[in-house]
């Protein structure tokens, strides 16, 4: 289901008012699991196998790494598990690819199995949810607190709460990436009377502007970066094109989480921020740390320091940083665009590293915010073409074209208006930090009725065709 | 808070809506399907002739019959006249003539197109803010923006896309795929039509010419075999394939602004003829044969 659909509103409100009834107090949980069973099956009730397959997996393996006092034994089982989530990522995201690959290679076409490979279909969410599978698992087996006292020796609560953990609806498809020890502790009775309303409407309505109004009016904008259409623009249409598109990923993938945090907050639960303003980043690593900081953070914690993180010495540092960003890279997908991509900011991060100490005075600040912006800007064009060959002649485009003349025709000038919004979003970010005009920005507070009200009339009057999240495709 | 932003909500909403009826938009010549859709479906008014077709009919506005306030020309880019059709059936508005482009038949029909424009049918023609052609910051750019004066002048910088989209016809006409598919949606077509001449509706149907390479593919002549053989009610009139001139063409299948003028002649032609033709059969029908009193 999309959140901007109409099914979506109707099961949002049925559970809303079932789930705040006195009566239904105690059902609470299996109330939401329920939502999140029909928000995941709605269009393909043959997926909720594979996420009830993988729920209950990771429930019963984590709970009996969690009873089990041999710790060769809960090694054993942690292994096994996590092993268990790669290969259901794997088989089915990679799949594919490799059964293409092992076709192109070999002669043999006649394999039933590289066929049934071939057509097998992506389930939506699987990078988010067996991500959290294998959070769940290596939490438990670190002690972290995923199970209070009283709940660890009721085996069917335990799958109650991890079935909950995994599937809440908020988060399922696109994340945040929940941790099971921020998680855990916040599963208990919710009232109706502790809602922060004025939060709650924050996050909604800046989520569902950024997706409805700004990301999906730029999708058609920006497809001059398709193959072949580039090659018929100047670079100066194609640079435009690019913010563009730098700006509808943000818009969609930011827009998506705003969405999932707010209605966290609507049914109680606090779900992390995955974005901090990250194209005001002065350097890569900032960018990181603003930038789906859910995975960044779950990267850093089950696979950088795992690896060694920076205590190894400084080259194998560097080894770890590419190998968490080529990890990064090809969880977006099974084409080699995304491992490039993913590789390429592992080794800018590691020149930054290398090269250059963090800036202090702000014209350094400047330029590293520019580079930045730029390169996280072209780099994002490997999301629109996932074609190697494509990217490359783009890139040639880009310096080729210099001299073709701007056509009037174009989108540049909707490009501007459609990205707008979303520089005024860092813009009042940037005065509400400063002191003097933190002090000016503070009497505007008032009109923030008027501004989502505003944004709530363009929703409705101004929505682009209604299209996927990017994101869901990973 | 909720109740102050509720309040400017329903302002701009109703202020915008009041704003729409009492200046509402000329028909215009809208790219995004569901903009075009909506503008025929919406526009309160009926038409004695409709076009319908893809984005290759998208200029036929050059002779007399594809002219004036009785005629809409409901091309649908990227989509086939199946849509158009529909669209037709399900606003009622019925016309005395159809002109049906039959090039893009294999894409069937649209059916999210159809679901988007009559979701909340009575609700949009109600409130006109919320038809998609109504689109508040787009409307404010086409009256910021500069006026587009010649289209063909593109011809020059997209002569590149183009070369990459005949090489890409030229891939996709040298086999035939999907032709039970295919079948299936002229059936569809077909139950279309006989509703709409049962209605009382005059069909012609055309093919716009395409690059001779592409017309004399083997893709081409099945799909033009399967339409007459398919659609071939004696209540259609079929406008004969043009073989006799070549037509140049942007990327293959859209023809040339001039060219477009040419062929547009000769649909008037063979309008004029079949019709002449029509007259002199309805005649010959209303005269009493020889010796039938006796």
Redesign the interface.
């Known amino acids: 289901m999309l959140f901007n659909s109409i099914e979506f509103i109707i099961l949002l409100l049925v559970t809303l008012f079932l789930y705040y009834l006195p009566v239904f107090r105690r059902l609470q949980v299996a109330l939401l699991i329920a939502a999140s069973f029909i928000f995941y099956g709605f269009y393909q009730p043959g997926l909720l196998v594979l996420l009830v397959t993988c729920i209950l997996a990771n429930s019963l393996m984590s709970y009996h790494i969690h009873q089990s006092i041999d710790r060769a034994r809960r090694k054993l089982l942690l292994i096994v598990s996590v092993v268990f989530n790669l290969f259901l990522l794997c088989f089915f995201k990679y799949g594919a690819v490799l059964a293409g690959f092992y076709l192109n290679v070999s002669n043999n076409h006649n394999s039933i199995f590289l066929d049934y490979l071939l057509l097998l279909p992506l389930p939506i969410g699987i990078s988010f949810y067996t991500f959290e599978g294998i959070s769940l698992l290596v939490d438990v087996y670190r002690k972290k607190e995923t199970l209070s006292q009283r709940d660890s020796s009721n085996l069917s609560k335990y799958i109650l709460n991890t079935s909950f953990f995994i599937s809440f609806f908020p988060h399922l498809i696109s994340g945040p990436i929940l941790k099971a020890h921020s998680f855990f502790p916040q599963i208990q009775t919710k009232k109706w009377s502790n809602i922060e309303?004025?939060a709650v409407?924050h996050y909604l309505?800046l989520g569902f502007f950024f997706k409805m109004v700004v990301a999906d009016?730029l999708e058609?904008l920006t497809n001059i970066l398709l193959?072949?259409?580039f090659?018929?623009?100047s670079t100066y249409s194609l640079l435009l094109a690019v913010f563009g598109f730098s700006i509808q990923m943000f818009a969609d993938f930011a827009g998506y989480s705003l969405i999932a945090v707010g209605l966290g907050l609507l049914l109680g639960y606090n779900l992390p921020q995955n974005f901090c303003y990250p194209y005001l980043a002065t350097s890569f690593s900032d960018f990181w740390h603003r930038w789906h900081i859910s995975l960044s953070s779950w990267l850093k914690e089950y696979v950088y320091i795992p690896l060694g993180g920076n205590r190894k010495g400084e080259y194998r540092t560097f080894l770890n940083v590419f190998i968490v960003m080529l990890v990064g890279g090809i969880w977006h997908g099974s084409s080699w665009t995304y491992a490039i991509w993913g590789g390429m900011h592992g080794l800018f991060i590691i020149i930054e590293k290398k090269y250059s100490s963090p800036a202090q005075n702000i014209v350094r600040k400047i330029l590293g915010w520019l580079m930045v912006f730029i390169v996280v800007s072209i780099l994002w064009v490997l999301f629109k073409l996932p074609n190697i060959h494509h990217f490359v002649l783009f890139f040639t485009a880009l310096f080729k074209n210099i001299d073709?003349?701007i056509?009037?025709?174009g989108n540049q000038?909707?490009i501007l208006?459609?990205s707008f919004p979303i520089v005024l979003y860092y813009l009042r970010h940037i005065l509400f930090q400063h002191s003097f005009t933190k002090l000016y920005m503070h009497k505007f507070t008032s009109l923030?009725?008027?501004v989502?009200?505003?944004m709530?009339?363009?929703m409705?009057?101004?929505s682009g065709?209604a299209g996927k999240f990017i994101y869901f495709q990973f | 808070?909720?109740y102050?932003?509720?309040?400017?909500?329903i302002?701009?909403?109703l202020g915008?809506n009041v704003y729409l009826i009492e200046f509402p938009l000329k028909n215009g010549d809208y790219y995004?399907l569901?903009e075009k859709a909506e503008d025929f479906v919406f526009d309160n008014r009926h038409y004695d002739t409709i076009l319908v077709g893809s984005s290759l009919v998208r200029h036929f506005r050059n002779i007399p019959i594809f002219q004036g306030k009785q005629f809409y020309n409901l091309f649908l880019n990227g989509s086939s006249a199946a849509s158009g059709i529909e669209l037709i059936i399900k606003s009622g508005k019925i016309p005395k003539v159809l002109f049906v482009e039959t090039h893009h038949l294999t894409k069937g029909l649209n059916d999210t197109l159809i679901k988007n424009v009559f979701q909340g049918y009575s609700i949009k023609q109600f409130l006109p803010?919320?038809q998609s052609k109504?689109?508040?910051?787009?409307i404010?750019?086409k009256k910021?923006?500069?006026q587009?004066k010649k289209?063909d002048s593109?011809g020059v910088?997209?002569?590149?896309?183009f070369y990459?989209?005949i090489e890409q016809l030229r891939h996709e006409y040298s086999s035939i795929s999907d032709s039970l598919k295919y079948i299936q949606h002229l059936n569809k077509v077909d139950m279309q039509l006989q509703y709409l001449t049962a209605k009382g509706c005059t069909i012609y149907l055309f093919e716009v010419p395409i690059e001779k390479e592409l017309a004399l593919s083997k893709r081409a002549k099945f799909l033009r075999f399967k339409n007459h053989q398919i659609l071939n009610n004696k209540n259609y009139q079929w406008i004969p394939y043009d073989y006799h001139n070549f037509y140049k063409t942007t990327d293959g299948i859209h023809l040339l602004q001039n060219e477009s003028y040419i062929y547009e002649k000769y649909i008037e032609w063979c309008f004029q003829r079949a019709r002449k033709k029509d007259l002199i059969n309805k005649r010959r029908a209303t005269l009493k044969p020889l010796g039938s009193d006796s």
């Open positions: 309303w004025e409407l309505v009016n058609d193959f072949p259409y090659n018929a623009y073709k003349p056509i009037k025709l000038f909707e208006i459609y923030r009725p008027l989502y009200g505003t709530i009339f363009l409705i009057v101004n065709n | 808070m909720i102050k932003v509720a309040f400017w909500v302002i701009f909403f915008y995004m569901q803010a919320l109504h689109k508040f910051l787009n404010i750019i910021i923006k500069p587009i289209l593109r910088f997209f002569r590149e896309i990459h989209h």
